[in-house]
């Protein structure tokens, strides 16, 4: 055997298997084996195939799959979760990534099938994943009951868990009033209410998300109260605040409605205003942080929108007067990797 035959490539292995581990994660969270390990552990492949409704030979695979992946602890006793699928994996952990992750195996995954059309064709691929077609992300979302919940589900899970990162990036404390566009379930507007206890925070979402938004109860230890608006921020008017913030919301569009909503809160911002924004950040040459980058991908197979560079963004918003762009990474694991903010004077305007 020459040298180089006997070189393993070990990162395109691994990459070649990583879909395979992304669904055994999915598989086991569906089936809340995670759960069932939270109530009661040790417990062998018997018990929870006997307990799930599941055969024993796939469920002794899938809790093997899962304990080499340091997702679960196998001893002679059985299987237990690890620290981390209590906090983050169970539906009741205090960091919960199921509705993500249930999100990521409905929705996306069918949407990544559809990724070589969608590189072909540079458009969205919900028609293809989903066989319908409609003009806009969010309807699609939101004509189900149960689609709607899966997403805000999947969306509160993300925002919770990045909501201290974003809410303490910058001081935000001169500011009283803040208004959260597209703010879903108030998961970033309680963070900030507890944080900046005179802070008095506003959702401003779709009526259908409004609608649903009771469901998502925050935890007792925030005590603050939320308002929350109904209404759409490219035609309605929006709430007065002296901080718009915009968390995960210019991803999902291209640069001419970006500047519609732009333009919008722009107008009625008053000197001392602000704005907020927390998104993925791509680094200038492109080339890396591969997480943004994939983030990317999945905006291309659902959305008209793409993760964009801080220079970018600050572009952008410079092109509607907000000066002072500064940007900071949070370093956050997942989706919210850099909140950037502008605390603008509007001396420009
Ligand atoms: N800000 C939340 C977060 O960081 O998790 C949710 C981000 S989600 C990707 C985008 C949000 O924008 C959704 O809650 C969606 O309903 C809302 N949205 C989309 N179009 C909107 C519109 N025209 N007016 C108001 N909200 C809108």
Same mark, same amino acid.
């Given at each position: 055997?020459?040298?180089?035959?006997?070189? /393993?490539?070990?990162?395109?292995?691994?990459?070649?298997?990583?879909?395979?581990?992304?669904?055994?994660?999915?598989?086991?969270?569906?089936?809340?084996?995670?759960?069932? #390990?939270?109530?009661?552990?040790?417990?062998?492949?018997?018990?929870?195939?006997?307990?799930? +409704?599941?055969?024993?030979? $796939?469920?002794? @695979?899938?809790?093997?799959?899962?304990?080499?992946?340091?997702?679960?602890?196998?001893?002679?006793? $059985?299987?237990?979760?690890?620290?981390?699928?209590?906090?983050?994996?169970?539906? &009741?952990?205090?960091?919960?990534?199921?509705?993500?992750?249930?999100?990521?195996?409905?929705? #996306?995954?069918?949407?990544?099938?559809?990724?070589?059309?969608?590189?072909?064709?540079?458009?969205?691929?919900?028609?293809?994943?989903?066989?319908?077609? *409609?003009?806009?992300?969010?309807?699609?979302?939101?004509?189900?009951?149960? /689609?709607?919940?899966?997403?805000?589900?999947?969306?509160?899970?993300?925002?919770?868990? =990045?909501?201290? &990162? /974003?809410?303490?990036?910058?001081?935000?404390?001169?500011?009283? =009033?803040?208004?959260?566009? $597209?703010?879903?379930? +108030?998961?970033?507007?309680?963070?900030? =209410?507890?944080?900046?206890?005179?802070?008095?925070?506003?959702?401003?979402?779709?009526?259908?998300?409004?609608?649903?938004?009771?469901?998502?109860?925050?935890?007792?230890?925030?005590?603050?109260?939320?308002?929350?608006?109904?209404?759409?921020?490219?035609?309605?008017?929006?709430?007065?605040?002296?901080?718009?913030?915009?968390? @995960?919301?210019?991803?999902?569009?291209?640069?001419?409605?970006?500047?519609?909503?732009?333009?919008?809160?722009?107008?009625?911002? @008053?000197? +001392?205003?602000?704005?907020? #924004?927390?998104?993925?950040?791509?680094?200038?040459?492109?080339?890396?942080?591969? *997480?943004?980058?994939?983030?990317?991908?999945?905006?291309? /197979?659902?959305?008209? +929108?793409?993760?964009?560079?801080?220079?970018?963004?600050? $572009?952008?918003?410079?092109?509607?007067?907000?000066?002072?762009?500064?940007?900071?990474?949070?370093?956050?694991?997942?989706?919210?990797?850099?909140?950037?903010?502008?605390?603008?004077?509007?001396?420009?305007?």
């Amino acid at each position: 055997v020459s040298d180089s035959a006997a070189k /393993v490539p070990s990162k395109i292995l691994d990459l070649m298997d990583g879909f395979k581990a992304s669904k055994a994660l999915f598989v086991a969270s569906k089936l809340k084996m995670f759960d069932h #390990l939270k109530k009661r552990s040790p417990l062998n492949a018997v018990d929870i195939a006997n307990e799930i +409704g599941t055969s024993v030979c $796939g469920t002794e @695979r899938l809790l093997d799959a899962c304990a080499a992946l340091g997702l679960l602890e196998k001893t002679p006793q $059985g299987y237990s979760n690890t620290d981390s699928a209590n906090t983050y994996l169970a539906s &009741d952990g205090e960091y919960s990534l199921h509705g993500y992750i249930i999100h990521s195996n409905d929705h #996306l995954w069918p949407l990544f099938t559809h990724l070589e059309s969608a590189v072909k064709e540079g458009s969205r691929q919900n028609h293809r994943a989903f066989g319908k077609k *409609t003009e806009d992300l969010f309807n699609d979302y939101y004509q189900s009951q149960e /689609v709607k919940q899966r997403f805000m589900a999947a969306m509160h899970s993300i925002a919770h868990l =990045t909501a201290r &990162d /974003v809410a303490t990036a910058f001081d935000l404390s001169e500011f009283k =009033t803040a208004c959260d566009l $597209g703010g879903c379930t +108030g998961a970033l507007a309680h963070e900030l =209410t507890q944080i900046y206890p005179h802070m008095k925070v506003t959702v401003f979402d779709l009526p259908e998300v409004i609608a649903n938004s009771s469901c998502f109860q925050p935890s007792e230890r925030y005590t603050a109260p939320v308002t929350f608006v109904s209404g759409d921020f490219f035609t309605d008017d929006l709430p007065e605040a002296d901080l718009y913030i915009l968390s @995960r919301v210019l991803h999902d569009w291209p640069d001419e409605k970006i500047h519609v909503l732009l333009n919008k809160i722009s107008t009625v911002c @008053r000197p +001392g205003c602000g704005i907020l #924004l927390a998104e993925m950040i791509l680094d200038d040459e492109k080339k890396n942080r591969s *997480t943004a980058l994939l983030q990317s991908l999945n905006m291309l /197979v659902q959305t008209e +929108g793409k993760e964009r560079s801080g220079s970018e963004y600050r $572009g952008l918003l410079e092109e509607h007067g907000f000066s002072k762009v500064k940007i900071k990474l949070t370093g956050n694991f997942v989706l919210l990797a850099a909140p950037h903010i502008d605390i603008a004077e509007k001396s420009v305007f």
